[in-house]
C-alpha cells in the first residue's frame, strides 16, 4: 500500500509566506491578509479565505492567483480554491510581529 501524502495547515501557509502586495514588501501571511485555511485530508483540496488591505486595491486579482499558484506547488496538493473577501475589513492590527518588524512599526 502506498502512503499518500498529507498536506497540513503549516504547509499551505508556509507556501502562502512566498506570496507578496507587490505594493509592500511584506508576505500575504505577515500582513495578516490570510483569515483562514482549511485543508480537506481526504483528497488534500484546500480554501483559503484572505482579504486585501483595501477593498479597492488593483492588485487583488493577481495576489489571489499568485497565491493559487503557489499553493498548487504543493507536492499532492489537490483543488485550490482561494476566496478574496472583505469583511471582516483588514486592519493593520493583523500583521504579524514579523511583518510589524519588516515593515520598521512598533
Known amino acids: ?3 499518500t ?7 499551505v501557509i508556509e507556501a502562502m509566506k512566498e506570496v507578496y502586495d507587490p505594493e509592500i514588501p511584506v508576505n500575504v501571511v505577515d500582513l495578516g491578509l490570510v483569515y483562514e485555511v482549511h485543508v480537506n485530508t481526504d483528497n488534500n483540496s484546500v480554501y483559503v479565505m484572505m482579504t486585501l488591505t483595501a477593498p479597492g486595491c488593483g492588485m487583488g486579482p493577481y495576489i489571489a492567483q499568485q497565491a493559487e499558484w503557489r499553493i498548487a506547488e504543493i507536492a499532492g496538493i489537490g483543488e485550490v480554491d482561494v476566496e478574496m473577501v472583505f ?3 483588514w486592519n493593520p492590527k493583523l500583521i504579524t510581529e514579523e511583518g510589524k518588524m519588516l515593515l520598521g512599526i512598533d
Open 5 to 11: 501524502l498529507k498536506i497540513t495547515r503549516e504547509d
Open 1 to 3: 500500500m502506498i502512503d
Open 87 to 89: 469583511d471582516p475589513p
